[in-house]
Structures are given as C-alpha cells and as structure tokens.
C-alpha cells in the first residue's frame, strides 16, 4: 500500500510540474519609455505625450484603468485587448496652469499583467508666455 501511496504522488508532483511548466506566459507590458520630460512648455498651453508599449506576454493584454496624479494631467488608452506582439499607446494630455515652475506627474495604468500596476511619469517646467 505504500509503495502504491508513493507511486501516487510521484506521478502526481511530476504532472504539477509539467503543467506549470507549459502553462502561458501572463501578459504583460514593454514600454518604449516610462518617463517623458517635456522641457519647457508654456503656461495654459496643454501638450501631450503617448507613451508606446508592446504586449510581451502570450496572453492578451488589457488595461483596466489609467489614473493622473492630478486634475491637470488627463491619460487616455488603449482599451481593447492586445495580443502577444500587439501595440498600444496611452496618450497623456498636460495642461498647464498658475505660476511658472517645474512639474512632475504620474500615471498610474493598472492592468491583467504580470506587473499589474504600472506608474509612468511627465516631468517639465512651465515658463510664462512670451510676450511680442
């Protein structure tokens, strides 16, 4: 009976091995950049950016919410599901406004893939407008 028990869980750890073995590599992002610096832009002049990524992954790739660190930075993505190979952007709009000063903001994209939480980042400085 025990050289049955025995045979049993040999036979059953070594098809929880193979399995895991061929199981599908989750999605999951490349980007081109995860930072954009803007340098110098021109207050209430909104500018914006796309952040470029690849889904790397075997799985599709879907995006769930991408969230600013602040009302003057607007991200929109893409929303329907990327497959392995497949391109994407999140376009990301800044705009802005008050006294010229350097700015850094975030994006948070969350997401099915293996890293499910992403953070992206704009940074500049606003300078007035120039006046002719």
Same mark, same amino acid.
């Given at each position: ?7 049993? *869980?040999f =036979?059953?750890g070594?098809? =929880?091995?193979? &399995? /895991?073995q $061929?199981?599908?590599?989750? *999605?999951?992002f ?10 110098k832009?021109t207050? &209430?002049?909104p500018v914006?950016y796309d952040f470029?990524?690849t889904n790397v992954?075997?799985?599709p790739?879907?995006?769930? !919410?991408?969230?600013? @660190? #602040?009302? #003057?930075?607007?991200p929109?993505?893409t %929303?329907v599901?990327?497959? !392995? ?6 376009? =990301?709009t800044?705009s *802005?406004?008050g *006294?010229?000063?350097?700015?850094t903001? %975030?994006?948070t994209?969350?997401? &099915?893939?293996? $890293?499910p =939480?992403?953070v992206?980042?704009?940074?500049g400085?606003?300078?007035? /407008? @120039? @006046?002719?």
């Amino acid at each position: 009976m025990k050289k049955i028990l025995v045979l049993f *869980a040999f =036979v059953m750890g070594f098809g =929880v091995v193979a &399995n /895991a073995q $061929t199981a599908a590599k989750p *999605a999951e992002f490349k980007f081109e950049a995860e930072t954009h610096d803007f340098g110098k832009i021109t207050v &209430n002049k909104p500018v914006t950016y796309d952040f470029k990524y690849t889904n790397v992954g075997e799985e599709p790739l879907i995006i769930t !919410k991408a969230e600013a @660190s #602040c009302g #003057c930075t607007v991200p929109k993505y893409t %929303t329907v599901p990327l497959k !392995k190979g497949e391109t994407g952007t999140i376009s =990301v709009t800044f705009s *802005a406004a008050g *006294a010229p000063q350097p700015f850094t903001k %975030t994006v948070t994209v969350s997401s &099915n893939a293996k $890293t499910p =939480v992403k953070v992206l980042y704009i940074k500049g400085e606003t300078v007035a /407008a @120039s @006046s002719k």
